[in-house]
């Protein structure tokens, strides 16, 4: 499972000109699931996205977590993530195909509001415009053969 998290002051996402998800201070996490990936996979980024201290304390150093700022968490699903650039059309045999995607999107998601957090989504497989707000910016890659 890999993921780009994104410290924001705001993202949204927008499905046929409609708002379908919103949140102000927080994190935007595009989260793009593999052929390889379980249950176990969703929450162990679960648990190192809603623990990741990447927002400032009061000395302006990366210190506090999601809960310390009372952070939400904006989830866009993005096959994408698994993307292979060998050749310059990009396949994408390496992400999971919906029926195995979807149940362990919806895992993680699940995962973080059962640690408290406010969690909005877009429409996994749906034509989606993503605004946000990048806070630093700060920008993280993580993916859970690495983690």
Excluded: W
């Excluded at 150093?61 to 952070?71: E, F, I, P, R, S």
Aim: with cysteine.
């Amino acid at each position: 499972m890999r993921a780009v998290l994104t410290r924001v002051t705001s993202a949204s996402v927008v499905i046929d000109g409609e708002t379908v998800g919103k949140i102000g201070n927080g994190f935007l996490v595009l989260l793009g699931v593999s052929v390889k990936d379980t249950e176990a996979e969703a929450d162990k980024m679960a648990d190192k996205v809603c623990g990741l201290r990447v927002f400032e304390d009061e000395n302006g150093k990366m210190n506090l977590n999601l809960a310390t700022v009372d952070g939400e968490l904006l989830v866009v699903s993005q096959f994408t993530l698994f993307a292979d650039c060998k050749s310059r059309r990009p396949g994408f045999t390496g992400a999971a195909r919906p029926d195995t995607a979807i149940p362990l999107y919806e895992r993680f998601m699940e995962n973080c509001r059962a640690r408290g957090f406010h969690v909005e989504h877009g429409e996994f497989g749906a034509d989606m415009k993503v605004e946000s707000v990048n806070d630093g910016p700060v920008t993280i890659i993580m993916d859970t053969e690495t983690l």
